[in-house]
């Protein structure tokens, strides 16, 4: 059975800083994509960072770019989201996802496991 468990998540001031955590289960992923979404109130989920199996290719949504680090050990299973200057903005609940997909890693449709979701509230 797989399974992404998210944590990581809770409540920080504006400027401050979180690291979330994705850890897999259930098979192999180091050969996966590993990616992070978001989905606020009200709002479609949205991409956030993704980042190939070789660690070799990240990407970022614009609205991140510079503030969030995405990385993996591939030995753990595990992905990280790390989040510095955060905004009230950037409040949602993220969830992890993997996808032996290569291209079109930006968009939901495109992974096939997901995680739970951890809440991120940024308070101003």
């Known amino acids: 059975q797989v399974q992404l468990v998210e944590s990581g998540g809770g409540v920080v001031q504006a400027g401050g800083s979180l690291r979330l955590s994705c850890a897999a289960s259930g098979r192999t992923f180091s050969r996966d994509t590993m990616g992070w979404f978001r989905q606020a109130p009200g709002k479609e989920r949205e991409f956030v960072a993704a980042?190939?199996?070789?660690?070799?290719?990240?990407y970022y949504a614009d609205d991140v770019k510079g503030r969030f680090t995405i990385s993996r050990d591939n030995a753990k299973n595990t992905v990280y989201l790390q989040m510095n200057s955060l905004t009230p903005e950037d409040t949602a609940v993220y969830y992890c996802?993997?996808?032996?997909?290569?291209?079109?890693?930006?968009?939901?449709?495109?992974?096939?496991?997901w995680g739970q979701g951890t809440q991120v509230t940024v308070s101003s």
């Open positions: 980042i190939s199996w070789s660690d070799t290719s990240t």
């Open positions: 996802a993997t996808t032996p997909a290569v291209a079109g890693v930006t968009t939901t449709r495109r992974y096939n496991y």
